[in-house]
Every structure is written in structure tokens, then in C-alpha cells.
């Protein structure tokens, strides 16, 4: 899973174009930029931005560190003897 975000209280680059977008269209770039380091698209589940809802906690929703990507790696359980469960 890829995620974008962003910090808050920066005006929008033109009226279209907020922080929702700017989030989104960082997660979509972070996920073409996997594909192209060999991550195969099927095991990209979910790409979504959420603009500047999700703070990084601790920190002010303003700070630049909240203009960021998420990667959320989730792991299937292998059965011994190396299937998946």
C-alpha cells in the first residue's frame, strides 16, 4: 500500500489543485517509481492520498515532514514448508 500526505495551511497551488491532489498524485508517482525498481504491480494493493488529514504524530500538522509518502509492507503468513497461508 502507498500512501501520500501533506502538510497543512499551504495555499492550493491553483483552485483544482489542493492538498488532496498533491497527495495523491505523490502516492501515484511513488508507486511508478517502485514498478520501476521491480516491484510487480499486482502486489500494489491499494495507492491513496490523504491530502492533510494524518499528521506524522508529535508533530505540527504545518511541518514540512508531514509532506511525505506512507509504504505499508504486509506480509502473508508461509506454512512450514514455504506455502502461503
Known sequence: EVEGHTESGKPPIRPDYGDWEISSDRATASRRKLIEHGVKPGQIRKV?????TIPMPQTEPEDESNRRISVLLKLRAVKPGGSSA
Open 48 to 52: 491513496a492520498g490523504f491530502g492533510d
